[in-house]
């Protein structure tokens, strides 16, 4: 598996010799680590509008002191951050039922303490790789709705019976225009959008 470059883990667990082993592991496969010793001390990380800026997974604790793990994880999955922040669960043989439980709600996987190192770090890995693949979807909707807002309105109106298929001659009767402005318009849009052709353009935004 490719290794996903920039990214970070989050390891949210009340034992510090717990963090300390994780964030050592992470290191030997040259992962980068942020450790916290409760849930309420990660969510002071999850401002209103904080939202990861690159790949990222977290390591979250079932059982902890004040917040439990499973209370943070539902503040994530509220937000929708769960699919840019997969979680993988660490939990004691007590706490397996309610991490099965929320892998069905949404999070990434668990893994049992004493957790195997190889089979953590492969689940990390996996997490990381869907973590950079949602951000750069993410990213490239952003884009993409960048580019549809410095389209005019008439552009906008032309784009949209472009992409239904409609001819030219047709689209200038429905917007009452001339067929050589529909072309103008049309090459506008080919242009802000980047792309060479109808069919390349109703595939691109497919994706908003």
């Known amino acids: 598996m490719q290794p996903v470059s920039d990214a970070l883990v989050y390891i949210v667990d009340d034992d510090a010799s717990v963090r300390d ?8 496969r040259r992962l980068l680590s942020e ?21 990222c997974c977290l390591l979250l604790d079932v059982r902890m002191p004040g917040m439990s793990g499973l209370a943070l994880f539902e503040q994530l999955a509220q937000r929708g951050l769960t699919m840019l922040m997969p979680v993988i669960f660490l939990t004691g043989h007590a706490d397996v039922p309610t991490a099965v439980d929320a892998v069905k709600r949404g999070a990434f996987d668990f893994c049992p303490k004493p957790f195997s190192d190889n089979l953590l770090v492969d689940r ?21 709705q960048a ?17 239904e298929g409609l ?32 069919v390349e353009l109703a595939n691109m935004l497919r994706n908003l």
């Open 167 to 198: 001819p030219n001659k047709l689209i200038a009767d429905q917007l009452n225009i001339s067929v050589r402005t529909v072309e103008v318009h049309r090459a506008r849009v080919f242009d802000k959008m980047d792309v060479k052709s109808a």
């Open 147 to 163: 580019r549809i807002g410095e389209l005019t309105e008439r552009e906008r109106d032309v784009m949209q019976r472009v992409v």
């Open 21 to 28: 082993a994780l964030a050592w592991l992470l290191r030997t």
């Open 35 to 55: 450790g916290y010793d409760s849930a309420e001390n990660f969510a002071k990380v999850l401002k209103p509008n904080f939202a990861p800026s690159q790949p």
């Open 124 to 144: 990390i890995e996996q997490a990381l790789q869907q973590s950079a693949k949602t951000l750069a979807l993410q990213q490239a909707r952003t884009s993409l």
